[in-house]
């Protein structure tokens, strides 16, 4: 592969999706029958992108495969061995998705093994981890975005729970009204995940009876009848009064390490993360939810929503800095008269256009080709530099600095 080429990506079809976002973004006139919720960028094995290749499509996974350090470059095709390391994603959402957390490397790894070892087939309902690696994410909110991310601090769960359950205390708080700390919060949780489902459906139909009194005093008293709209009944409905509510405006990133519960609730967002899709649910689902594991895999010390903005350069570039090798997510909007010029040193990166149209050339070839809404392009590390030029906005996936050359 020795020039930027053109994808084509999958888009997955989940129930919690959107009729119209994706398909907007797209130029795609017809609505589809089914919810459409995420477009997929990368080399996951459950849905690869192809690549435009000599006026054919191939397998981004086989192109790559093929020349993994004309693509990847040197650095990062070493330190991933011959993989993309990120898998980057349009998510779009009209409902909620299930509560979930991803594992870190290491219990990744074990998992994976373990499951293995079992003979669970990879696709199998039942199964918790479909490969061997850690899933760190970043999502940046396209439009507005509502999401739940971390544990609340112990008083502000106990303040919010005793507003709902006036009638009868909430027995499974009471560990937590002793010990206001990271073991009392898992001892809570603990009872809450464990409950019989007939216990666990009386629970939350107190609390939304408490709640439907309040509902406009607090958000989370809002979202917590939203939920139980979409899942009556479900522990998972009580999630936020225990977890941290976080509204994004556009522009806005959060960052989610392993080990940290959160669910997406709604919006539209550019995701990135590690290529993985290890997810361990804790409810708002009718998928598989393996208690014991999820309460190994969980952090459970409170913690602060840090909204992330990005760091603008002069140019044209605004940068999310997080921790992650695996990728680097940023926003490059131009308006006619500007131009980017990338790094020359640099890693493999995916493009999409997000909104108006330019075009992408390469600096020493004059390869170029034109940009416009819902387009999107791999730039491989062969290619020695490219520039942008138009009035569109852009979101750019690449390695985290970790996987890539120093800048010169």
């Known amino acids: 592969m020795e020039h930027i080429s053109i994808l084509k990506n999958p888009v997955q079809k989940y129930a919690w999706g959107s009729g ?34 000599d006026g054919g499509w191939r397998s981004l996974i086989d192109v790559i495969a093929s020349d993994p350090v004309s693509v990847l470059g040197t650095d990062a095709a070493e330190q991933f061995s011959n993989r993309l390391p990120f898998l980057f ?23 994976f093994e373990r499951e293995n070892r079992r003979n669970i087939p990879i696709d199998a309902p039942d ?66 995940m464990t409950m019989d489902a007939a216990r666990q459906a009386r629970v939350v139909n107190e609390a939304v009876e408490g709640a439907r009194r309040i509902a406009g005093e607090d958000r989370a008293f809002y979202w917590l009848l939203e939920l ?4 009556p009944g479900d522990g998972g409905v009580l999630s936020p009064l225990y977890l941290n509510l976080v509204d994004l405006s556009p522009g806005d990133a959060i960052y989610v390490p392993a ?34 594991e999820l309460l190994g895999i969980v952090n459970f010390t409170a913690t602060s929503v840090l909204k992330q903005r990005p760091l603008a350069d002069d140019n044209f570039e605004r940068i999310y800095e997080t921790p992650a090798a695996e990728f680097q997510l940023s926003e490059i909007v131009l308006n006619g008269h500007e131009r980017f010029l990338s790094r020359q040193e640099r890693s493999v990166e995916i493009l999409i256009c997000m909104a108006g149209e330019g075009l992408i050339e390469e600096s020493e070839s004059g390869w170029a080709l034109p940009l416009s809404k819902g387009v999107s392009v791999i730039v491989p590390s062969v290619v020695p530099g490219y520039t942008l030029s138009g009035n569109m906005a852009l979101y750019k996936g690449g390695v985290g600095e970790g996987g890539r050359p120093e800048r010169s």
């Open 20 to 53: 119209t976002a994706l398909q907007s973004l797209l130029g795609w006139p017809e609505p589809w029958k089914e919810p459409a919720a995420e477009l997929w960028m990368g080399v996951h094995p459950k849905a690869p992108s192809a690549v435009e290749v």
């Open 89 to 111: 994603k349009v998510l779009a959402a009209d409902r909620p998705l299930s509560i979930q957390v991803h594992p870190d490397m290491n219990q990744a790894q074990d998992g």
């Open 127 to 192: 199964r918790n981890y479909k490969d061997a690696s850690h899933k760190p994410e970043c999502l940046c909110a396209v439009t507005r975005f509502e999401a739940m991310k971390g544990f609340r601090a112990p008083e502000d769960i106990l303040k919010l729970m005793d507003r709902v359950f006036r009638k009868t205390p909430f027995k499974a708080l009471d560990p937590l009204r002793k010990d206001p700390n990271p073991d009392g919060l898992k001892r809570f949780f603990t009872s809450l």
């Open 228 to 231: 139980n709209r979409e899942y």
């Open 259 to 292: 080990g940290e519960l959160h669910a997406y609730l709604s919006g539209v967002g550019m995701e990135i993360m590690a290529s993985s899709d290890n997810v361990l649910r804790g409810g708002l689902t009718p998928k598989h939810i393996d208690i014991p």
